[in-house]
Antibody, heavy 117, light 112 residues
């Protein structure tokens, strides 16, 4: 079955960088777009970014544009999110999810990013 | 892009039907059929329940149904069960000029 496992979360100081990864299995990775979605503690869901199946097109939420970069390695079935210039507002659980007919489909269990001095 | 508007909470008794609304605008819900609904239990990842406004993924109970009219989408849960108690979020594609997706504010469903 489809499995998505996020990693790379942790505590980071404001202004610093962090790179998240999402290891995937159980489906043909190189034929699916992929999303990142986040959820601040006790808050709702917040869409972050989308990358097409071949990496040719990338979309970002305005709140992360210019600071975050979504990428993928189809040879390793892995999705990444490079996060720079982090602020307290970026504190959240970050989920990767498959693209499913125009919406996030299957989700991983998430990785917590805490931005704090 | 503003979040879609959902009621903060909805409650019902076992066996009853409840409906959760999701109000957007002519830039998202009103113009695209790409509206989806997610169920999230505490401490768990969201689960896709409805996509393309009315379609159910394989494995999702027929008790869950979706609809859309104008700028408002709705999720109906029929035959409410204790396991349906969770948070529910709608989501809509927001278009290429404002690329991406917008989620709803979330609704806590309580089975009383």
């Amino acid at each position: 079955q489809v499995q998505l496992v996020e990693s790379g979360g942790g505590v980071v100081q404001p202004g610093r960088s962090l790179r998240l990864s999402c290891a995937t299995s159980g489906f043909t990775f190189n034929t699916h777009g992929m999303h990142w979605v986040r959820q601040a503690p006790g808050k709702g869901l917040d869409w972050v970014a989308l990358i097409w199946y071949d990496g040719s097109i990338k979309y970002y939420a305005d709140s992360v544009k210019g600071r975050f970069t979504i990428s993928r390695d189809n040879s390793k079935n892995t999705l990444s999110l490079q996060m720079n210039s982090l602020t307290a507002d970026d504190t959240a659980v970050y989920y990767c999810a498959t693209e499913y007919t125009g919406t996030p489909g299957v989700w991983g269990q998430g990785t917590l990013v805490t931005v704090s001095s | 892009q503003s979040a879609l508007t959902q009621p903060a909470s909805v409650s019902g008794s076992p066996g009853q039907s409840i409906t959760i609304s999701c109000t957007g605008s002519s830039s998202d819900v009103g113009i695209y059929n790409l509206v989806s609904w997610y169920q999230q239990h505490p401490g768990k990842a969201p689960k896709l329940m409805i996509y393309e406004a009315t379609r159910r993924p394989s494995g999702v109970s027929q008790r869950f149904s979706g609809s859309k009219s104008g700028n408002t989408a709705s999720l109906t849960i029929s035959g409410l069960q204790a396991e349906d108690e969770a948070d529910y979020y709608c989501c809509s594609y927001a278009g290429s000029d404002a690329p991406g997706y917008v989620f709803g504010t979330g609704t806590k469903v309580t089975v009383v």
